[in-house]
Nanobody
């Protein structure tokens, strides 16, 4: 069984910073891409950033220059450093890891439970 546990969300004033973490645990053979999504009230879930196993990154235009994604392969953990936060960044943030449990398994997407980020103006 695989579990993704997120941490680091909270309430912050505009212009502040937060660092989200997402650690995968359980039976894990390898992890391909990792990413972060967010969903604001009344809106669809949107992609924020991704990072491949080789370290190549993608960051959405809406957060480019403010958010940075990174990973620690030894800890099966993906991070999202969020700086210069804006009220429109308020959302529930979800991590996603594309991993397989053994050489006999296929890659599947696993999701974290979500962590609330609230940015006050």
């Amino acid at each position: 069984q695989v579990q993704l546990v997120e941490s680091g969300g909270g309430l912050v004033q505009a212009g502040g910073s937060l660092r989200l973490s997402c650690a995968a645990s359980g039976s894990i053979f390898s992890i391909n891409a990792m990413g972060w999504y967010r969903q604001a009230p009344g809106k669809q879930r949107e992609l924020v950033a991704t990072i491949t196993s080789g370290g190549s990154t993608y960051v959405a235009d809406s957060v480019k220059g403010r958010f940075t994604i990174s990973r620690d392969n030894a800890k099966n953990t993906v991070y999202l450093q969020m700086n210069s936060l804006k009220p429109e960044d308020t959302a529930v943030y979800y991590c996603d890891e594309d991993l397989r449990r053994s050489v006999a398994h296929s890659y599947l997407h696993y999701w974290g439970q979500g962590t609330q980020v609230t940015v006050s103006s």
